[in-house]
């Protein structure tokens, strides 16, 4: 632990993905959680943006490229990296965070890559028995030789926030949703259409050592349609936490969203999606830094059990730090 007397946070926002406003949006709500709310006095906040091209901004948005962010960095004592999406949540960032040997807040070079490749995913879930939609997988090379039989959902396998994500029911449907998923990725995914509930978690690894797993309410998400990207972000979407739902099928969930965030290897939080099936919850994906807006689902869900933002985002920065002082809920 830090023997300033406040606990210097850097907090990175932006990036190069397509998630890249997003994530603006996520580090502004952290940074004003953190330097308004009752642990004002306890964190001395960073602000660090990575641009579109890559460029990296200081608080007083003057680039200071690779070298002076590393120096940023090694002069706090620990990292929230609120980037979604590639070249951020995908293991890039924590990778960046190991080599400059700063604490951060999420999981580890692998686990963020595993969860960032929905193939990868799908392969880890299914070999400790978390069942998936059937599907495929596309490369350039080998789209063209793809038949459709029947209704599939088309997105890339290493994309957030729903973008290049189509319901496909005609083959005069099928070209177009290839073309716009494999803007955001080289290779993409087919997969099954699942009848079921939307279905979120979200889990914490907190407590000594990172031993102690907190999962949170569960999260139905409602839209009338398909839940994409304008859908997500445009107010279509509706958020009821915690779900109705059955005591069995919440265990169940629960006993899912637990049994993949640990055979992925994930730390700090990941939310982690369902389709609730009649036949049970059927794995659709996990992120491993979801969005982080008062109003995202990750804080919504926590907040339903009595930790509200300010107060999750600080149980984040000291179990990154090691510290086994619990928040009281």
């Known amino acids: 632990m830090t023997t300033r007397a406040r606990t210097r ?34 964190y001395d906040v960073v602000p660090l943006t990575i641009d579109r091209d890559g460029t990296w901004r200081d608080a007083g948005d003057r680039p200071i490229g690779l070298v002076g962010a590393v120096h940023v960095l090694r002069s706090c004592d620990v990292v929230l990296p609120v980037v979604h999406g590639p070249r951020g949540e995908d293991g890039t960032l924590a990778a960046l965070c190991d080599l400059a040997q700063v604490p951060y807040v999420g999981s580890g070079v692998a686990a963020g890559a595993l969860a960032m490749d929905k193939w990868a995913t799908k392969l880890v879930a299914e070999a400790v028995g978390i069942r998936t939609a059937p599907g495929v997988l596309l490369t350039r090379a080998g789209a063209a030789s793809y038949v459709l039989d029947h209704p599939v959902v088309v997105k890339p396998v290493a994309a957030g926030s729903s973008q290049g994500v189509a319901l496909v029911r005609t083959a005069a449907e099928l070209g177009p949703a290839l073309d716009a998923a494999f803007a955001h990725d080289d290779r993409v995914l087919v997969e099954d259409v699942v009848v079921g509930r939307e279905i979120d978690l979200a889990v914490v690894a907190t407590g000594p050592d990172g031993r102690e797993r907190l999962v949170s309410p569960a999260l139905e998400i409602e839209v009338d349609g398909f839940f994409d990207f304008d859908a997500k972000y445009g107010g279509g979407a509706r958020f009821t936490v915690p779900a109705a739902l059955a005591p ?28 609730l099936t009649a036949d049970g919850p059927v794995l659709n994906e996990v992120n491993t830094m979801p969005g982080f807006t008062a109003t995202s689902q990750v804080p919504r869900m926590f907040a339903a059990a009595g930790l509200d933002h300010p107060d999750l985002l600080d149980l984040l920065v000291r179990d990154a730090l090691g510290s086994s002082t619990s928040v009281a809920a």
């Open 248 to 275: 069995a099928d919440r265990a169940a969930l629960e006993a899912a969203a637990l049994a993949t965030y640990e055979a992925l290897g994930c730390r700090g939080v990941a939310r982690v999606d369902f389709f």
């Open 9 to 42: 946070v850097a907090v990175i926002g932006g990036g190069q993905s397509g998630e890249h406003d997003v994530s603006l949006a996520s580090a502004a709500s952290v940074v004003a959680a953190l330097r308004t709310g009752r642990h004002a006095a306890t």
